[in-house]
């Protein structure tokens, strides 16, 4: 774009660097930036600054934070007897939006992928380990995606879980609510049939 | 959010703050950008202050610019006799994309609507005709959207000329490149007809 100016032109450049953003985007978000107001200008420059500088993982459950425990590990409130595994931080937020699951995290960062050179030990597996020996865990619950990666992770944990004092437990799959049952697929399918429950 | 630290809070904030951008978009864009290398994270931050600071319009021809003059405006490979006029700043690089024009821009940063309570004295009609009075430009090509405002701000700015030593002319419009007729509206169709060329 030559007959932008270069800050205008850098602007464009950074947004492209974004997922999902191509050229027509970058452009729409950069002109709509010289409109924001003063203060939503400063507080973006700064922001991105400080996602990058300040942002870290919890020493603990690997979920993001600024300080060496992120909020739910240093809350309260929550129950310290369950914790709720995951593949990514922002699969926490899925949880915390529902208000009923009250446990912990841990974050794997990353799922078991041998073809991908992904191995149990590039994952936070050790430190889930040192966790359950260490604190009060009653409760695993795995909540993994579940693809050939989410399935392998699954077992694993499970298997290194056995002989350990801790029930270990994995979210449902099955049939999704509201949605017509012909467009589920057959893997789904099998795995609500046989997952069947009784009719109470 | 409440398990997102705040640094990441607020850049999903100033992410939400552009057009198109809901929730999980901003989520996502907030969590991609802290994966930046750090010298894009630096150039993103400055462009973004920059943006808002730097950027000014062109005292000529409103073309975005960070000095008085545009690029455009300060070239000396121009045609410096016509003007290709532009709702705003963004139409400029269709035009410039083509290689083919070589004139000057004028940006009108928007078209009359009375309706929307916007009369010509808020547009940048009367730059326009200082630059054609004082400039020697011998042709004025209107280039804005064939919508009733831009029809309307043709309008008045063709009367405006009327009486000038200038050749005012409009970009065609007409059936576009590549699509298929039943697709094009009557509107169209009707200004293609009324339009149609002599076949060579």
């Known amino acids: 774009m030559k007959n932008y100016p270069n800050s205008l032109n850098n602007l464009i450049e950074c947004y492209k660097k974004l997922p999902g953003i191509g050229e027509k985007t970058a452009e729409r ?3 709509a930036t010289i409109n924001l107001d003063k203060e939503i200008i400063d507080l ?3 922001s991105i600054i400080n996602a990058k ?4 993982k919890c020493s603990k459950c690997h979920n993001f934070t600024e300080e060496n425990l992120c909020e739910i590990c240093k809350s309260t409130n929550r129950d310290k007897t369950t914790i709720c595994i995951v593949e990514e931080p922002k699969n926490i937020s899925l949880f915390e939006k529902l208000e009923t699951y009250k446990g912990l995290y841990h974050v794997l960062d990353g799922l078991i992928s041998p073809l991908d050179g992904i191995n149990p030990e590039d ?3 050790s430190s889930l380990i040192d966790r ?3 604190e009060n865990i009653s409760e695993v619950i795995i909540a993994v995606k579940p693809s050939i990666e989410g399935e392998t992770t ?3 944990i ?3 879980l056995e ?7 994995k979210i449902a799959h099955g049939i999704p609510i509201g949605v017509d049952m012909e467009y589920i697929d057959s893997l789904t399918l099998e795995m609500a049939l046989e997952d069947r429950k009784d009719v109470a």
């Open 132 to 134: 359950i020996k260490e």
């Open 44 to 46: 973006f420059s700064e």
């Open 53 to 56: 500088t300040k942002i870290k």
């Open 29 to 31: 978000l950069a002109l």
């Open 123 to 125: 994952i936070n597996i």
């Open 158 to 160: 499970s298997k290194l």
């Open 163 to 169: 002989n350990m004092p801790v029930k270990v437990t």
């Open 154 to 156: 699954a077992l694993y």
